[in-house]
């Protein structure tokens, strides 16, 4: 199974777009399961392993978002939330152009999830992907269940492809990034399976995209999400090789000449997660759908910031990832991995001290007037 998730987009941006300090204030009920911890950690909400109620606060305004890829979930969930939903928002992905008959374009459109009406080639496809299979059974069954229901609700499904950006549950990023940083402790060459052009979707643009979507529905009475599938994402579409390039770049280690092979068995077949290449958002791009997403230079400049920044904030997943650049890239090299571990500990150790630094120094406004002076005090220093 593909490790895709809806990554959310740290605390305050998920609370922005789902919570009650949002204009159109979202109240959140979850359904009790022994995973119920897991999704106030802020994880992603697919590894919750279970569906989220937000309802609006007005009577018979409710909205409904699923990331699930079981479809007796979503049967279940349909059932006990009978005549209480106005909208159903289900998370999907590009993966399940992968369960579809091929196309002659190049990029995948949202008309383009067709299966093959053979039946041996139904199940191949639905052996090589059994994610893609799964979601898109789920989309099936949201369309056949409202076309049937005599409640008055709809759905919108989003297609999503390989996401990045803060708190990526798969580890992916963090890998390529640290494998990077840290090549001249590493000394090995950064290794691809494919020249694939595939898309790429940032998490913080879901959030916001959500937000748009509830606040249209909910607050302007638009009906123009109702019973839709779009793909979104990043207008770029790039290879692995373009995004690694990307990242050596923005971190400025274009001095290294870190050599990037092709190896199609390679142990690091991190990125794409898919076969068909790119999807095709120019639906979502219009301006009935609106969809904004940011450039994917940007995507990756912020989501570099935020796990540099994540080195010092999270040093067990650090650690883990220490550990699996360990058993994946240096087969166990004791002096590899001491020489590489040490450098890791000393980039975090400066990471701390440099935070703290900047946090000794902040800036008081005295107004005199005309006059405005700026003095610059210790934290501790009375004011």
Same mark, same amino acid.
């Not at 840290?182 to 898309?199: A, M, V």
């Not at 290294?256 to 790119?278: C, M, W």
């Not at 990832?321 to 500990?345: H, P, S």
């Given at each position: 199974?593909?490790?895709?998730?809806?990554?959310?987009?740290?605390?305050?941006?998920?609370?922005?777009?789902?919570?009650?300090?949002?204009?159109?204030?979202?109240?959140?009920?979850?359904?009790?399961?022994?995973?119920?911890?897991?999704?106030?950690?802020?994880?992603?909400?697919?590894?919750?392993?279970?569906?989220?109620?937000?309802?609006?606060?007005?009577?018979?305004?409710?909205?409904?978002?699923?990331?699930?890829?079981?479809?007796?979930?979503?049967?279940?969930?349909?059932?006990?939330?009978?005549?209480?939903?106005?909208?159903?928002?289900?998370?999907?992905?590009?993966?399940?152009?992968?369960?579809?008959?091929?196309?002659?374009?190049?990029?995948?459109?949202?008309?383009?999830?067709?299966?093959?009406?053979?039946?041996?080639?139904?199940?191949?496809?639905?052996?090589?992907?059994?994610?893609?299979?799964?979601?898109?059974?789920?989309?099936?069954?949201?369309?056949?269940?409202?076309?049937?229901?005599?409640?008055?609700?709809?759905?919108?499904?989003?297609?999503?492809?390989?996401?990045?950006?803060?708190?990526?549950?798969?580890?992916?990023?963090?890998?390529?990034?640290?494998?990077?940083?840290?090549?001249?402790?590493?000394?090995?060459?950064?290794?691809?399976?494919?020249?694939?052009? #595939?898309?790429?979707? *940032?998490?913080?643009?879901?959030?916001?995209?959500? !937000?748009? @979507?509830? =606040? &249209?529905?909910? %607050?302007? $009475? #638009?009906?123009?999400? *109702?019973?839709?599938?779009?793909?979104?994402?990043? !207008?770029? @579409?790039? =290879? &692995?090789?373009? %995004?690694? $390039?990307?990242?050596?770049?923005?971190?400025?280690?274009?001095?290294?000449?870190?050599?990037?092979?092709?190896?199609?068995?390679?142990?690091?077949?991190?990125?794409?997660?898919?076969?068909?290449?790119?999807?095709?958002?120019?639906?979502?791009?219009?301006?009935?759908?609106?969809?904004?997403?940011?450039?994917?230079?940007?995507?990756?400049?912020?989501?570099?910031?935020?796990?540099?920044?994540?080195?010092?904030?999270?040093?067990?997943?650090?650690?883990?990832?220490?550990?699996?650049?360990?058993?994946?890239?240096?087969?166990?090299?004791?002096?590899?991995?001491?020489?590489?571990?040490?450098?890791?500990?000393?980039?975090?150790?400066?990471?701390?001290?440099?935070?703290?630094?900047?946090?000794?120094?902040?800036?008081?406004?005295?107004?005199?007037?005309?006059?405005?002076?700026?003095?610059?005090?210790?934290?501790?220093?009375?004011?």
């Amino acid at each position: 199974m593909k490790a895709k998730r809806l990554l959310i987009a740290g605390e305050e941006e998920f609370k922005k777009a789902m919570f009650p300090e949002s204009p159109f204030g979202i109240a959140e009920n979850r359904f009790p399961t022994p995973d119920d911890a897991a999704l106030g950690a802020w994880y992603s909400l697919e590894k919750a392993q279970y569906p989220t109620y937000f309802a609006m606060r007005e009577k018979r305004k409710k909205a409904y978002m699923d990331c699930a890829y079981d479809s007796d979930v979503v049967k279940d969930a349909l059932k006990a939330l009978e005549g209480r939903i106005k909208l159903y928002v289900y998370i999907s992905t590009d993966s399940v152009y992968e369960v579809c008959l091929p196309t002659s374009n190049s990029l995948s459109s949202e008309i383009d999830s067709i299966r093959p009406t053979n039946t041996d080639e139904y199940e191949r496809l639905r052996r090589k992907d059994s994610y893609g299979h799964k979601k898109l059974k789920i989309e099936e069954y949201l369309s056949q269940w409202q076309s049937k229901s005599n409640d008055n609700w709809f759905y919108v499904i989003l297609r999503l492809p390989d996401v990045l950006g803060p708190r990526d549950s798969t580890d992916r990023w963090w890998f390529y990034q640290m494998w990077i940083q840290f090549y001249t402790s590493i000394q090995k060459t950064l290794e691809i399976s494919t020249n694939l052009r #595939s898309s790429y979707v *940032y998490v913080n643009d879901v959030a916001r995209y959500l !937000t748009h @979507i509830l =606040s &249209i529905t909910f %607050l302007d $009475s #638009s009906t123009i999400f *109702y019973n839709q599938i779009l793909n979104i994402g990043c !207008t770029e @579409i790039v =290879s &692995i090789n373009d %995004l690694l $390039s990307m990242i050596i770049d923005e971190l400025n280690l274009n001095i290294l000449h870190i050599p990037i092979k092709y190896n199609p068995n390679t142990e690091a077949d991190l990125f794409p997660s898919v076969t068909r290449g790119g999807i095709n958002i120019s639906k979502a791009l219009s301006n009935q759908f609106n969809w904004k997403p940011t450039p994917l230079k940007q995507v990756v400049r912020e989501t570099i910031q935020w796990y540099n920044d994540a080195y010092e904030h999270y040093p067990n997943e650090r650690s883990t990832m220490v550990k699996r650049i360990r058993r994946t890239l240096l087969n166990n090299d004791e002096n590899a991995y001491g020489k590489f571990l040490y450098d890791v500990n000393q980039y975090s150790t400066q990471t701390i001290l440099k935070r703290k630094r900047e946090e000794e120094k902040k800036i008081l406004i005295v107004d005199y007037g005309d006059n405005r002076q700026e003095k610059l005090f210790k934290h501790n220093d009375e004011i």
